[in-house]
Each structure stands twice: as C-alpha cells, then as structure tokens.
C-alpha cells in the first residue's frame, strides 16, 4: 500500500484527536445493533437483549476500547499493516472463527462514529484517507483466512 504524505498525517490527526474509549464503545455496539448476527460472537459478554441493553453493557465499551486500540497498533505501522495483524487474524479466524464480512462492517461503524465525532472537519478528502486505512486493516484481518 502507498500512502500520500495527505494520508499520513491525516490518519495520525483523526487518532490523536478522538475519544478512543467513546469512539470503541459507540462503534462496537452500533455494529451489535445493525448488524445482530454479530451478536453471536460475544456470547460470554451478557445483556445484549436490546440497544439501551448493548450501550449500557460494560463489556461492549471494554471491547470496543480494545478494538480501537488494535487500530492504533495499525496506525503507528502504517508501512507493515499486514505482518502487523497476522496474530490478530488467526486468532479471528482460527479461534474466534468470525466471519471476515463482519470486519467491514464494524469498520463501517467506526468511520460513522469517527465522522460524527468529528463533524465539520470530517470532509471528502479525510473521509477518503479513513476509509482506505480502514480498507487496509479489513484486508490485513482476513488474510490469514484460508
Ligand atoms: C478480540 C480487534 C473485528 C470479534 C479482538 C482483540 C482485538 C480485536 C485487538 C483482542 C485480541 C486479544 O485479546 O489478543 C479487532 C479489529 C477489528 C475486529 C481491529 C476490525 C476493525 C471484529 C469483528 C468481530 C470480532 C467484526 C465479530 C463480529 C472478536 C471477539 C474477540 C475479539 C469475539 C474476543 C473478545 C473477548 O472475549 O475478549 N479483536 N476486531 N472482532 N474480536 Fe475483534
């Protein structure tokens, strides 16, 4: 993957700017209430009965805060995304055997929040940036789906 010098620093500017705990948070449960067959894979995490259910759950914000955090990872090595994630796609795919059709859409739900979170500053060409970093990370994610 190429990256313009645009690119970069925006990546970096949307990282240091969110809320990463509220941005996981939101993001995760957002992904558990569109799309409820995501639901299936969190099964240890408790109430996820309805939407106030899945904001409310204290397991969904931990692990929202947890798959932000992953993204930083992917941030700081921008240049090596996929060697980067090999260890987080076997485990997705070996042991947690998620379906990679679902990276998307939680990516998907995290440019929503982002772009909320953001506003006026979230313009067509940060979109575009986000949402190519977000391409590389689904991509680096099933990778190792075989
Ligand atoms: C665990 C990142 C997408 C299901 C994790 C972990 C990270 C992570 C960093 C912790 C790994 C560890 O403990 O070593 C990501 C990223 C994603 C993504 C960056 C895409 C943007 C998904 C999706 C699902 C999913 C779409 C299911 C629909 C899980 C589950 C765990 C997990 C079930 C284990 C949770 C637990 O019991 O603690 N993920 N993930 N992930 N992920 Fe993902």
Not at 7 to 22: N, Q, Y
């Amino acid at each position: 993957v190429v990256w313009t010098d645009f690119e970069r620093a925006t990546i970096k500017d949307i990282f240091s700017k969110i809320d990463c705990e509220s941005v996981g948070h939101q993001a995760l449960a957002r992904c558990l209430v569109v799309y409820p067959w995501t639901q299936r894979y969190f099964g240890n995490f408790g109430n996820l009965y309805n939407a106030a259910a899945i904001l409310g759950n204290p397991k969904v914000a931990a692990h929202g805060l947890t798959v932000v955090r992953g993204l930083e990872t992917a941030v700081k090595n921008m240049d090596n995304i996929k060697a980067t994630f090999t260890d987080l796609s076997v485990l997705h795919s070996e042991k947690l055997r998620v379906d990679p059709d679902n990276f998307r859409l939680l990516a998907d739900c995290l440019t929503i929040v982002i772009a909320s979170s953001l506003g006026a500053s979230f313009t067509a060409e940060v979109q575009g940036a986000l949402q190519k970093f977000m391409a590389v990370v689904v991509s680096a994610l099933g990778k190792q789906y075989h």
